[in-house]
């Protein structure tokens, strides 16, 4: 029986000075050169953007995370019809503000609506309406209208009401007040009577309640008799 090539070993040309066949290593090269063998998955992972001359990375899962996305279609659905073009570097270029983009970015990374203070939420919700994030655009929108809601409505108000008490009974009054009223001032007006050889005190208590600008179309306002107790009050 023949024995083939060592393994390892260029074989001799064949009869007529034809090369003989390739070896294993040389034959997984050239495997290779036609794309037959897939790149590494974590050359792929992450993704460089160049928003606006400013650059941000991401992984693919994240940019993904809304299907029907600019971003999504950029990075995991990539076709002609984008014709999004790269730097030098790599990366993809997006004639955006990137100041905006953060917000953007972070709402794929974790689902909440961040924005600094020094934002606009419209700048955010065109950003959003750009790159086609439906669910970021509903979230804004409602921020905006809430925002809108809660000016219109002007300065929180206050209901007062004055409750005159005896000492003894302070701690139960105090501590059984309920429906959102809280306790605001404590006036001592005096003893009213000696019952043995004790003086009973009595006191002025202010109480105040949160109120909604108005009930039934009407603003009510502290009562003239409030406000005098709670100046007496904090000369005291």
Not at 113 to 124: D, F, Q, T
Not at 194 to 209: I, T
Request: proline fraction near 7%; charged fraction near 25%; aromatic fraction near 6%.
């Amino acid at each position: 029986m023949a024995e083939g090539p060592p393994r390892g070993r260029t074989p001799s040309p064949g009869p007529g000075g034809a090369p003989g066949p390739p070896s294993p290593r040389t034959a997984g090269a050239a495997a290779g050169s036609t794309g037959a063998v897939s790149p590494p998955a974590a050359a792929s992972k992450w993704v460089r953007l160049n928003v606006g001359g400013t650059y941000f990375v991401s992984t693919r899962q994240t940019l993904c995370r809304e299907p029907k996305s600019f971003l999504c279609r950029l990075c995991c659905q990539e076709g002609p019809e984008l014709g999004s073009d790269k730097d030098e570097t790599g990366a993809y270029l997006i004639d955006r503000d990137p100041t905006y983009f953060g917000p953007i970015l972070n709402y794929l990374r974790h689902g909440k609506l961040i924005i600094n203070k020094e934002l606009a939420e419209e700048g955010v919700l065109e950003e959003a309406e750009f790159y086609n994030i439906a669910s970021l655009v509903r979230l804004v929108k409602e921020r905006i209208r809430d925002n809108e809601n809660r000016t219109s409505q002007g300065p929180v108000k206050h209901v007062y009401r004055v409750l005159q008490c005896q000492e003894e009974e302070l701690t139960q009054m105090v501590s059984t007040m309920s429906d959102g009223w809280k306790f605001e001032q404590l006036i001592s007006i005096g003893s009213s009577y000696n019952y043995g050889n004790e003086d009973q005190a009595e006191f002025l208590c202010v109480v105040s309640r949160e109120l909604n600008n108005s009930t039934n179309g009407i603003v009510k306002e502290p009562s003239e008799k409030a406000k005098i107790l709670q100046e007496r009050g904090s000369r005291m």
